[in-house]
C-alpha cells in the first residue's frame, strides 16, 4: 500500500448535537476516505432528534453501542445503582422523543466488525471485541487484555465507551479510543467530571506506518446547558453538574 488512507473515528455524543456539530464545523470530511461512528448516539443528553438528524445526513458507517441495545431492546430500571432514577428518566425521555423511524435507523447499527487497510487488520467496536458493554482501560489487566487479543486476529483494535481518549501498545496490539464527542470524562478521587470540549480521533495509514491523533474541540457549556432546558430535559440542572464549566 503506498496511497495515504484516513479514518476520522468518533464516538459517544450522547444526545449533544451541539458537540457533533462543533467537531464537523472544523473538518472537511471529504479528507477522510472512511469516517465511522462508535456507537452511543442518543441517550443521556438533551438533543437525541438533532443527533439522529446529524447523523442521518453524514452517513457514516456506524457500530451498534451500549445506548442502541437499550433503545432498540429496553433498559430495566436498576433502583440499587446511584442515581438509578435520573440516569433512567433522561434515558427514557430521549427514547419517547424517537419516532419509530429513528429507531429503525439506529437498528441498522452494525456489530463489531474486522476490515483489512494496507499491513493492518482493524476491529472496530464500542466496548470491546465480545460486548459492548465492556470497557478497555489503560489500566485493564493483563487477563482481560488477552482475553481481548484472542478474539481476534487484528493488530488494532479501536473502541469506545469509556469517554476517555487512549492509545495503548500491548504486546503486538495497538489499542485506540477516540474519547467522547458529547461528554469526555475525567475521573480524580473517585469522581468523574465532564471536560468542556468534544473529542476525536484520526487514523492514518501511509506506507505501511500507522499514525494516530487525537484532537478535542472547545465546547460552550452554556450552549448545552440552554438546550437542555429549551428541550425540557428531565433533571437537566442535576445533568449539567456534571460538566467543568468552560
Known amino acids: 500500500m503506498t496511497d495515504k488512507f484516513r479514518i476520522l473515528i468518533f464516538s459517544d455524543i450522547h444526545a449533544n448535537a451541539i458537540s457533533l456539530n462543533a467537531i464537523f464545523s472544523e473538518l472537511d470530511t471529504r479528507r477522510f476516505d472512511e469516517i465511522l461512528f462508535l456507537?452511543?448516539?442518543?441517550?443521556?443528553?438533551?438533543?437525541p432528534k438533532e443527533v439522529l438528524e446529524f447523523l442521518r445526513k453524514i452517513n457514516c458507517v456506524s457500530i451498534m453501542g451500549n445506548a442502541e441495545s437499550w433503545l432498540l431492546n429496553g433498559q430495566k430500571f436498576e433502583a440499587n445503582k446511584k442515581d438509578a432514577r435520573e440516569i433512567f428518566e433522561i434515558n427514557q425521555w430521549c427514547a419517547n422523543q424517537l419516532s419509530e423511524d429513528g429507531l429503525s435507523f439506529f437498528r441498522k447499527y452494525q456489530q463489531p466488525f474486522e476490515t483489512k487497510i494496507g499491513d493492518y487488520s482493524i476491529l472496530f467496536c464500542h466496548g470491546s471485541p465480545t460486548s459492548n458493554k465492556e470497557a478497555i482501560l489503560s489500566s485493564t489487566g493483563d487477563v482481560d487484555m488477552d482475553r481481548f487479543i484472542s478474539k481476534t486476529q487484528a493488530n488494532i483494535i479501536v473502541s469506545g465507551h469509556t469517554h476517555v481518549q487512549m492509545l495503548r501498545k500491548y504486546k503486538t496490539t495497538t489499542f485506540i479510543n477516540p474519547g467522547s464527542v458529547g461528554c469526555p470524562t475525567v475521573r480524580t478521587q473517585g469522581k468523574s467530571a465532564y471536560f468542556p470540549y468534544a473529542e476525536y480521533a484520526i487514523i492514518t495509514i501511509e506506507n505501511s506506518e500507522l499514525g494516530v491523533e487525537f484532537?478535542?474541540?472547545?465546547?460552550?457549556?452554556?450552549?448545552?446547558?440552554?438546550?437542555?432546558?429549551?428541550?425540557?430535559?428531565?433533571?437537566?440542572?442535576?445533568?449539567f453538574k456534571r460538566w467543568m464549566l468552560s
Open 215 to 239: 484532537f478535542r474541540t472547545h465546547i460552550d457549556t452554556k450552549s448545552i446547558y440552554q438546550a437542555a432546558q429549551k428541550n425540557k430535559m428531565p433533571h437537566y440542572d442535576w445533568w
Open 39 to 47: 456507537g452511543d448516539a442518543a441517550l443521556f443528553g438533551p438533543q
